[in-house]
């Protein structure tokens, strides 16, 4: 069974840093492009960061470039996301999410339950 | 950066269909992706590549792309279905994923 379990939300100050991670598990991880995808309370889902398999394509979104930095561990099946200088408009829930882009498949067939991170003084 | 469009919101009997477009230039060229989410809950893929379902998803659900707007297409609505529903693709210009700004499904 494919699980995506994160972790590392929390309550944080602005200007601040956090560390998020996803433990991936009942699939072959390094076989798989990563993400991490947001959601502000009460809106939409925003892609976040995006990671191949063998971390050789790393992509952001405008609202995070220069702040965030995804990484992933294929020998440890996990993903994280480094987030530094946060602000109150990065509070949301985070998700850790999968593609295919080898094979084609460019959709998220897998999501994680999320985490919260609040940011707030 | 590309965009996608939804109406915010989309009401239908039960028993009816719902239709929840999606618009985007040229969207007709891209290879569109649905999905479901419930209150509390992580979203969940009802339709991928425009019209093609996960296994476990009713026949139901389906999609179909053109021009500048896709379409998800639920058929005989129950009110298990009333959620947000988000469309999503891949831009190729900037490796990006794109999502848009999802629609809520009252089952009136």
């Known amino acids: 069974e494919v699980q995506l379990v994160e972790s590392g939300g929390g309550l944080v100050q602005p200007g601040r840093s956090l560390r998020l991670s996803c433990a991936a598990s009942g699939f072959t991880f390094d076989d798989y492009a990563m993400h991490w995808v947001r959601q502000a309370p009460g809106k939409g889902l925003e892609w976040v960061s995006g990671?191949?398999?063998?971390?050789?394509?790393?992509g952001y979104a405008d609202s995070v470039k220069g702040r965030f930095t995804i990484s992933r561990d294929n020998a440890k099946n996990s993903l994280y996301l480094q987030m530094n200088s946060l602000r109150a408009e990065d509070t949301a829930l985070y998700y850790c999410?999968?593609?295919?882009?080898?094979?084609?498949?460019?959709?998220?067939?897998?999501w994680g339950q999320g985490t919260l991170v609040t940011v707030s003084s | 950066s590309y965009v996608l469009t939804q109406p915010p919101s989309v009401s239908v009997a039960p028993g009816q269909t719902a239709r929840i477009t999606c618009g985007g230039n040229?969207?007709?060229?891209?290879?569109v992706h649905w999905y479901q989410q419930k209150p509390g809950q992580a979203p969940v893929l009802v339709v991928y590549d425009d019209s093609d379902r996960p296994s476990g998803i009713p026949e139901r659900f389906s999609g179909s792309n053109s021009g500048n707007t896709a379409t998800l297409t639920i058929s005989r609505v129950e009110a298990g279905d009333e959620a947000d529903y988000y469309c999503q693709v891949w831009d190729s210009s900037s490796d990006h994923q794109v999502f848009g700004g999802g629609t809520k499904l009252t089952v009136l």
């Open positions: 990671i191949s398999w063998n971390s050789g394509s790393i």
């Open positions: 999410a999968r593609t295919d882009p080898q094979s084609g498949r460019y959709y998220f067939d897998y």
């Open positions: 040229n969207i007709g060229s891209k290879s």
